[in-house]
Every structure is written in C-alpha cells, then in structure tokens.
C-alpha cells in the first residue's frame, strides 16, 4: 500500500511528470510503491530533491535486468524508473564518442551506432532490456571484455545527479582528459547508491567487418591440455577478442554438445580473421574437435550465449530457485573454478551452467535448485574460490534468500572509504539502501 498522502502530494507538485502504482513483487524486491517516471534531467532532479527533503527513500531502476542483484529490501516509497529518459545527446563519429541519456537500451545504441559503422566496445547479458545506465551502475561486461576492456574502460564521462539535486560531472567528452583522479571509477560499479546516473559518454570503435568463433571441445577433459593450449594462444601476436571456457552443461545448451569447450572470438578485417583461425588450427591439440562458426553463425551463438543468465524481468519460478554467481580469480584459475563448479553436481543435485575468460578471469555461475542445495552450492563455491585468492558475488537471487547470505562476501578493507563517500554524498541515505557492499 502506498503511504498515505504520497501520490497525491507528488501528484500535485509535478502532475506533469508520468507515475503509477507500482506492482508488488516479494520475489526479487527492490521495487517502490509508486513508480515515476521522468523524461527529463530537470524531473529526476524534481524527484530526488523531493525525496531528500522528506527522507523518503527511492529505488532507481532501469530495463529491471538487474533486479535481482543485491539489496535487501522489498519495498520503498519511489521506484526512479529510466525507462523514458532515453535517446542520443551527442554523437562526434569524427572523435569517435557518444554521449546518450541512461535509460536507453544497449541494443538501441548499438543499432544506432551500427549505421555509422562505430559501437560501444561491452557486450552485456540480455542488451534488449538492459540500459547503458544500469550496466555502468553494476559495471558488468562478458567474454568479449577480453578484447574490449570493462565498462570503467569504455566510458570518458558521466553526468550524475546528487541526492539533494546537484549535477556534476566526472570526466569529460573527449577521449583525452585532463590528468588527475578519475572521479568516473567512483561511480562505475556502484550499484546507483552515490547518485542517478543520467548521462554517459563513452569512447567507441569501428564495427569489425568480420567475426568468426572457434569451438574447441576437449572430449577427454584434459585440463592440463586446456591450459597448456590456452598460454600459448595468449603469448602468440593473436588478438582474441574472447576466450571463454564453457562447462559441457552450458556447452549442451548452446551447441548441443556435452564437452569442455572454448569459445574462441576473432573480429576484424576478414583476411586477419582467417589468418588467426589458421594459426589456432596448428596450435590444435590431439584428441580435440574444432567448428569454426562464420559471421552469422557466430553473432547467433553470441546472441544465444547473452540470454542464458537469469534476470530481474523474468516470471518467477516457485518450483526452483535460480541464482548466477560472478567469480574473480586470476586468469588460469577459471580452469579451476569451472571445474569446482561441476563437481557441485555430487554434492547437490542442482543444475549448473558455468563459463569464464581465460585472460580477464571473471567467471560466471548459473544455478537452479533448492533453497537448500543454492545456499549449500554458493558456500562449497566460496570455500573453493577462497583458496584461489578469489571472490564469490552472488549477482542473482531471490530476495529472501538474499537476506539469508551475504552476497558481496566479507567487507574490503577500504570499506570504511566506502562509507565515508556514502555518508558525504547521500547523508540522509534515500538511494538504493542497502544495495551495495556492507549494506551501503
């Protein structure tokens, strides 16, 4: 129920500005009473200054794709929508750089940007929904980041909007900026808890002309082979944009086989992408199998590959429960954590789909199960990863499963910084409470 006298006194200070009831949903949480949604700076200034002034709190939501990734709470006053603050600012094809609005989808800029034959170098999960504001927010990026680099990488400046309706800017429009801090890493990753990202410039690059990906399975899941076959392509002159180790579950799902398998990425000019498939081809191991998928063969698996991660849109499902897990670990060790994953299949027994970069060493882990064998599984994870030197972030999972595990895993040392940002810029904690890291 929304609180009394809310709609009608936002109603009333800005009847200009679209809001509705918001539908309940106990399943992920993060939602808000009555859902806004502003189509100018100006109105989500409006909004949050008013939100401030009341210490009413507000949960900003973009395309819902990260609904499920953290937070503990259901339900507040305001749902900040983004979904119709959208379109380009400015693009300089010339300079290479975009600057566009934060709610609008990756897959509207990259169709945009695909006429002057430029894109923005990320490839996230579901980019028909998601928003470039809600990927700089959790900094996600996938295989590709390998070639590509990470969101922190990719964006020059950002434009935000403070909790008591300041704007200020970090960054700049060029892809050379003045020395000093850059304020945009502050930003990039945290969960929308400092301030509402409305505007993102970022750098671009040429769309290749070509695109191919090489399929190497291991029949005889010979990891000392993987490896071995893994350095050598990394120390050869070869650009991979993604080498991606995939789990035979997740392999089975995508090409029907059940093996170990790599998903090696080439994009460029066509004549270079042959030249490195062929250097891949002499470097083959024994007892190994290859199909190289040609351009758009390889944009339908890439396709398929973005929709495997469940996501803040999607029905619930009552009869199990779903989680995604992202891992850190040194490069080489996905081998490990991918291997750790499928042993959870004799412990619990759950489904497990797991994929990680050979060279970036970020791993991901889709689970589907019990409450019990998803809770027993991040802990067995965890326990295995730790021993790596990594870290375990439950980046999915229902809300009151959530609130039974702590999904950022213990505090960083720096986390009393962290706190005294939080406590500067957002003193009345109205943004996104309790969805980062210690419960910022």
């Known amino acids: 129920m929304i609180e009394t006298g809310i709609l009608t006194e936002l109603q009333t200070l800005f009847p200009h500005i679209k809001m509705e009831k ?57 749902l900040l929508s983004l979904t119709d603050y959208k379109g380009i600012v400015e693009h300089t094809p010339g300079d290479m750089t975009l600057t566009v609005k934060a709610g609008t989808t990756f897959k509207e800029l990259q169709e945009y940007l695909a006429e002057y034959k430029q894109m923005i170098p990320l490839d996230p999960t579901w980019p028909e929904y998601a928003t470039i504001g809600g990927i700089i927010a959790t900094n996600e990026s996938g295989p590709k980041r390998l070639g590509y680099g990470s969101a922190r ?32 890493k502050l930003f990039i990753g945290s969960m929308g808890t400092l301030g509402v990202i409305t505007e993102v410039t970022v750098k671009l690059r040429p769309l290749p002309k070509y695109e191919s990906v090489i399929l190497l399975t291991f029949p005889t899941c010979d ?69 190289i998928l040609q351009q758009e063969e390889a944009e339908q698996f890439w396709k398929r590959f973005y929709m495997i991660s469940p996501h803040g849109r999607q029905p619930p499902s009552h009869n199990e429960i779903e989680a995604s897990l992202k891992i850190g670990v040194m490069n080489l060790h996905i081998i490990n954590v991918i291997k750790e994953s499928e042993r959870l299949k004799d412990i619990v027994s759950l ?9 970036h060493g970020l791993c991901h882990i889709h689970l589907k199960g019990t409450e019990e064998e998803i809770l027993l599984a991040i802990k067995e994870m965890r326990s295995a990863v730790a021993k790596l030197g990594g870290y375990v972030i439950v980046k999915y999972l229902p809300l009151a499963f959530r609130k039974k595990i702590d999904i950022w895993g213990e505090k960083p040392s720096t986390f009393f910084l962290l706190e005294g940002i939080k406590a500067k810029i957002d003193p009345n904690k109205i943004l996104n409470p309790k969805r980062f890291v210690g419960g910022i």
């Open 351 to 359: 489904a497990v789909q797991a994929h990680g970069g050979l060279g």
């Open 22 to 78: 918001s539908i309940k949903d106990e399943w992920l949480g993060n939602n808000g009473q009555l859902a806004v949604y502003p189509k100018s700076e100006e109105e989500i200034i409006s909004i949050l200054e008013y939100a401030n002034s009341r210490g009413k709190e507000v949960q900003v939501i973009g395309g819902g794709t990260k609904r499920g990734f953290g937070g503990l709470t259901e339900s507040v006053p305001i």
């Open 153 to 184: 990488d990719a964006v020059i400046g950002l434009k935000i909007a403070y909790p008591d309706g300041s704007i200020i800017r970090a960054g700049g429009k060029v892809v050379k900026n003045v020395a000093g801090y850059d304020m945009n």
């Open 223 to 291: 990891f000392h082979t993987i490896r071995s076959f893994t350095i050598t392509l990394l120390d050869s002159m070869m650009e991979p944009a993604a080498i991606e180790l995939l789990s035979p579950s997740l392999c089975e799902k995508l090409t029907g086989k059940k093996y170990y398998t790599l998903a090696i990425s080439f994009e460029g000019i066509e004549s270079s992408v042959h030249y490195q498939e062929e250097f891949v081809k002499s470097i083959q191991p024994a007892e190994t199998e290859m199909k």
